[in-house]
């Protein structure tokens, strides 16, 4: 099977949000903690689970770079629309499904 952009492109996107979301984590986590945002000590809560999808995405994001495990990289994408950056997991999602048949 010829080897094509979409995988590759979708790998990228995925690792990209990841990031973003895994720092917009740290730092939900840290300023909640501090308490001084909003005078809500709680918020440095939400950012764990904001922390796990982004490396959840990222994970994902490497398989689909792999082509290895098509399912791992469809979830990857999946996270990847957790936050502002939703546009870049509905790319990933896309890319992922279109070169669905150049996984392992």
């Known amino acids: 099977m010829e ?9 990228i996107l995925c690792i990209i949000a990841g990031a973003i979301g895994v720092i917009t984590g740290i730092v939900v986590a840290v300023v909640g903690g501090i308490g001084w945002f909003f005078w809500m000590p709680w918020v ?4 764990a689970p904001i922390i ?7 994970v994902g994001g490497s398989y689909a770079l792999k082509r290895r495990v098509w399912g791992l990289a469809l979830a990857g994408s999946i996270c990847a629309l957790i936050g502002p ?20």
């Open 85 to 104: 950056w939703v546009i870049l997991g509905i790319l990933a999602i896309i890319f992922v499904s279109l070169g669905k048949g150049e996984f392992e």
């Open 52 to 58: 796990v999808v982004g490396v959840i995405a990222i």
């Open 44 to 47: 440095s809560a939400i950012g």
């Open 3 to 11: 080897r094509t952009w979409k995988p590759t492109t979708a790998g």
